[in-house]
């Protein structure tokens, strides 16, 4: 709880080192941030093209879904993804690379893994402006149900920083963890119904994946997001008060792990 309650403080140092990091990703680059769209919307053409055309996949939520339908709700849930599995698998290593900052008392070590949430969260915000033009390209509007994004976004966020100040902690210790991140963050994008809609799992698996936070989350923002229906808000309240219980343990973690850093480095 110390870390966390040291954060708003804390703000000026963390919007710093967020500008920072911004900068440095599109340092030398033509087009700065709007590079970061090039690969977003090639990979949002291929996934429709190959999902949608070749293998005619369909999430079954609209009578009319065509194949760009799909890839459109594939890619958002894609987006969602990628913004926890990057703070994920950077986590490990936060300490470790800013070791010169670990003896320095007067450091808040808890803000590296905030930085490196809310500079996911920039560039996945980032990422849903193709979604957002290709929504405008299949519908010839964008859906009031957008509104409901910063709503997915919240729990997704608290999980992410919660994971964040676990692993960054944990990976001081057990050095070897990046090892393990990779096949964990595999599994977790396929238990999560990124590809697939939940009703299509059969019913006594359905239940277990039912239990994983995240298939609900992708689950219920692809179809707010593309297809316009509003979300059950006491499941994204229930899904906020998850990811807020991520965060309290990490920080937890974080506090108790801190004292022996140095030790250890």
């Known amino acids: 709880m110390k870390s966390l309650l040291k954060i708003p403080a804390q703000r000026y140092l963390i919007l710093q080192y967020l500008n920072r990091q911004i900068r440095q990703r599109y340092q030398g680059t033509a087009f700065g941030v709007f590079s970061s769209l090039f690969t977003p919307l090639i990979m949002l053409a291929v996934y429709t093209f190959v999902f949608g055309l070749v293998f005619r996949a369909h999430f079954g939520i609209s009578k009319n879904e065509s194949p760009l339908d799909y890839g459109l709700a594939l890619f958002c849930g894609l987006n969602l993804f990628n913004f926890c599995g990057e703070v994920i698998s950077r986590s490990p290593t936060l300490i470790l690379l800013n070791s010169n900052l670990v003896k320095r008392v007067v450091f808040p070590l808890e803000i590296l893994p905030v930085v490196t949430t809310f500079n996911a969260l920039f560039h996945c915000l980032v990422a849903f402006v193709p979604l957002l033009v290709g929504l405008a390209i299949s519908r010839g509007a964008i859906p009031w149900s957008i509104l409901f994004l910063p709503l997915f976004l919240l729990p997704l966020a608290l999980f992410s920083a919660g994971c964040a100040l676990f692993l960054s902690a944990l990976g001081v210790f057990v050095r070897d963890i990046q090892t393990v991140i990779e096949p964990i963050l595999s599994i977790l994008m396929f238990g999560s119904a990124l590809f697939y809609p ?68």
């Open 198 to 265: 939940l009703a299509a799992v059969p019913e006594p698996y359905r239940r277990f994946l039912g239990l994983n936070p995240l298939a609900v989350l992708f689950d219920s923002a692809r179809k707010s997001v593309i297809f316009g229906i509003a979300p059950e808000l006491g499941s994204l309240a229930l899904l906020s008060l998850v990811g807020a219980l991520f965060l309290l343990a990490g920080s937890y973690f974080f506090d108790k792990s801190k004292p022996a850093f140095a030790d250890v480095m």
